[in-house]
Antibody, heavy 116, light 111 residues
Framework: EMQLVESGGGLVQPGGSLKLSCAAS????????MHWVRQASGKGLEWVGR??????????TYAASVKGRFTFSRDDSKNTAYLQMNSLKTEDTAVYYC???????WGQGALVTVSS | DIVMTQTPLSLSVTPGQPASISCKSS???????????LYWYLQKPGQPPRLLMY???NRFSGVPDRFSGSGSGTDFTLKISRVEAEDVGIYYC?????????FGQGTKVEI
């Protein structure tokens, strides 16, 4: 069974950092383009960005709202994608999903709350 | 960025009756490879979105055939031929022709 399991969410103060993990199983992770999507409470979906595979030099693309503050990475040996979030703002408060859209495969979501 | 505009934003439907959601993009979603990168999702409370349609009119695996998608260029429509109680939730269109991928505001469908 294909699965994505997220971890690392929590409460952080404005200006702080947090790192989310997305552990994949049941498919060839190393060939996958992994995306991140977030959703503030009661709001719509916002694409955060993506990280490509080794074949595409792990190229990353970020939404303007997070560029320069968020960093995607991956460890193909661990079948895990990461989202490093720095300089967090209150408006970054959301549920963060990792996803492989072409399989319609989504994590359960990790809640990140940025508040003092 | 490509702006996706959905109408209506809310829809009250009667089981057994049809329903339709419109999605308009600010730029054409037709790629030079001949594909149109327009997708439809349904999200239920507390769950991640679920893909219904890809590339305008292709139903994803397991999606009932009462769902259909149509359109081209910048104008798209999702139709439900006969709404069932399980179809309630928020429907989103999304474009994936160029980053950043962008979603419509969502259409809340209620019975």
């Amino acid at each position: 069974e294909m699965q994505l399991v997220e971890s690392g969410g929590g409460l952080v103060q404005p200006g702080g950092s947090l790192k989310l993990s997305c552990a994949a199983s049941g498919f060839t992770f190393s060939d996958s383009v992994m995306h991140w999507v977030r959703q503030a409470s009661g709001k719509g979906l916002e694409w955060v960005g993506r990280i490509r595979s080794k074949a595409d030099n792990y190229a990353t693309t970020y939404a303007a709202s997070v560029k320069g503050r968020f960093t995607f990475s991956r460890d193909d040996s661990k079948n895990t994608a990461y989202l490093q979030m720095n300089s967090l703002k209150t408006e970054d408060t959301a549920v963060y999903y990792c996803t492989r859209p072409d399989y319609d495969l989504w994590g359960q979501g990790a809640l990140v709350t940025v508040s003092s | 960025d490509i702006v996706m505009t959905q109408t209506p934003l809310s829809l009250s439907v009667t089981p057994g009756q049809p329903a339709s959601i419109s999605c308009k993009s600010s730029q054409s979603l037709l790629h030079s490879v001949g594909k149109t990168f327009l997708y439809w999702y349904l999200q239920k409370p507390g769950q991640p979105p679920r893909l219904l349609m890809y590339e305008v009119s292709n139903r994803f695996s397991g999606v009932p055939d009462r769902f259909s998608g149509s359109g081209s260029g910048t104008d798209f429509t999702l139709k439900i031929s006969r709404v069932e109680a399980e179809d309630v939730g928020i429907y989103y269109c999304m474009q994936a022709i160029q980053p950043p991928w962008t979603f419509g505001q969502g259409t809340k469908v209620e019975i």
